[in-house]
């Protein structure tokens, strides 16, 4: 049975998050990358959820290591799929950014399972 839970972020984590997507659109408009500012922004973000709502994990090398191969797979569908600089609805976009956010999820339970980790809080499960 899975467990619900509110995820929250801290104020200073908050305006860390903020800061560093707003430097990283300026950094891509400075280098005349505007094309690759808005997915560059929904993938890190995207990314950032998933591993907010993982957080039990951080503590496990292949958590940080599945992260690293997910925003290795972000990089070449940021570069070479071609982006408009139009404005495109936040209805259109939130779905896709939805779905990736389930890929990535799936992607790091995958891991979980073919590491065999299983969560200590739960009696029924032998831990390792």
């Known amino acids: 049975m899975t467990q619900d ?8 984590s908050g305006i860390g998050v903020f800061f560093g997507t ?3 659109g300026l950094l891509l408009y400075y280098f005349g990358k505007l094309a690759f500012a808005r997915p560059t922004i929904y993938s890190a973000v995207v990314i950032a959820i998933a591993v907010a709502m993982q957080w ?19 990089v070449p569908l940021v570069l070479f799929v071609p982006w408009t600089t139009k404005w495109i ?30 969560p200590s809080g739960d009696p029924s499960m032998p831990t390792r």
């Open 5 to 12: 839970k509110q995820i929250t972020l801290s104020w200073k």
């Open 22 to 24: 707003v430097l990283l």
């Open 56 to 74: 039990e994990l951080r503590r496990h090398v292949w958590f940080w290591i599945t992260v690293a191969v997910i925003v290795a797979l972000h």
């Open 89 to 118: 609805p936040a209805i259109l976009i939130t779905p896709i950014c939805a779905g990736d956010l389930a890929m990535v999820i799936a992607l790091i339970k995958l891991v979980e399972k073919l590491v065999g980790f299983t």
